[in-house]
């Protein structure tokens, strides 16, 4: 029997935490998708792929990654982290808010009254301008209308992808980055606040990546729950409206004091 092919490790630097002492979700998902191989469209966009975690990444540490029957393993001291493998189908989007709706939005974000991971890179509270996305997602939608919540984001400079030769002038986000955008709201849409959750299982599938410095809307929404399981979906769309990646997640609910 022969052993599963090594490839490059995954390292998922302390900049882009979840919970303090391990990785976003989002992020880590879209650094192991990244492995997987994709058709070439000059490096824009990328098949619908499903990772599972199975247990918080650590931060600023080598996880060697093999391909075991084409599913990529990410590991720590020889424990799976995350596996990613190609989806057999792609998300569903989510139907669209405007911008003005979305900004709005954000002064409802249940995180500014309390946020079980206020150092998350993706929604916290306690991350500053420029250093996280600071995507805070407030209640949209009718009362008798399936939860949603939805905000605005506008990528930062320093979150543009530098891997590759730019064909021209336009910079854009990177794959992990873009994975990260639409991590946390699908689980404020499924009720974070009241329903401390983790990400457990993310499939998206990645259409264009984010341009730097253009305003892009997200926009999460709950899909039902089973026993300590929730699953959401969330959709990012850019200034013209266009579906730029759409993802669907299933949580686990915990206590967040076992992340401290």
């Known amino acids: ?29 879209g650094a192991l998708a990244a492995t997987l191989p994709h058709p070439d469209d000059h490096g824009r966009s990328w098949p619908a792929v499903t990772i599972t975690l199975r247990q918080p990444p650590p ?14 393993v990410a590991s720590h001291d020889g424990r799976a ?18 911008a003005d709706v979305a ?8 995180g500014l009254r309390a946020h079980p991971f206020p150092t998350c890179f993706a929604c916290g509270t306690e991350r500053e301008e420029g250093d996280g996305l600071r995507i805070f ?28 030769d730019y064909r021209d002038e336009v910079r854009h986000a990177s794959l992990p980055v873009t994975w990260a955008a639409l991590d946390c709201v699908g689980a404020w849409a499924g009720d974070m606040g009241e329903r401390p959750m983790v990400l457990g ?38 200034a013209d409206g266009r579906v730029v990646a759409a993802a669907e997640h299933v949580w686990i609910t915990i206590d967040p004091a076992a992340f401290a």
């Not at 029997?1 to 880590?28: D, E």
């Not at 995350?82 to 998300?91: F, G, K, S, V």
């Open 59 to 72: 931060l600023d540490t080598e996880l060697p990654v093999t391909d075991e029957d084409g599913a990529h």
């Open 81 to 98: 982290v995350a596996q990613a493998r190609l989806a057999d189908r792609d998300p569903s989007p989510v139907a669209p808010v405007g």
């Open 1 to 29: 029997m022969t052993s599963p092919a090594p490839l490059g490790p995954v390292i998922v630097p302390s900049r882009f935490c979840g919970p303090p002492s391990s990785g976003n979700g989002g992020w880590s998902a």
């Open 137 to 164: 997602p407030g209640a949209v939608g009718a009362a008798d209308e399936a939860a949603r919540a939805a905000a605005t984001w506008t990528p930062h400079p320093s979150l543009a992808e530098d891997w590759h």
């Open 201 to 238: 299982t993310m499939t998206a599938r990645i259409d264009a990546l984010p341009v730097i410095g253009e305003e892009h809307v997200v926009i999460g929404a709950a899909r039902g729950q089973e026993g300590r399981k929730t699953y959401t979906a969330s959709t990012l769309y850019d």
């Open 103 to 110: 900004r709005a939005a954000e002064a409802a974000y249940p």
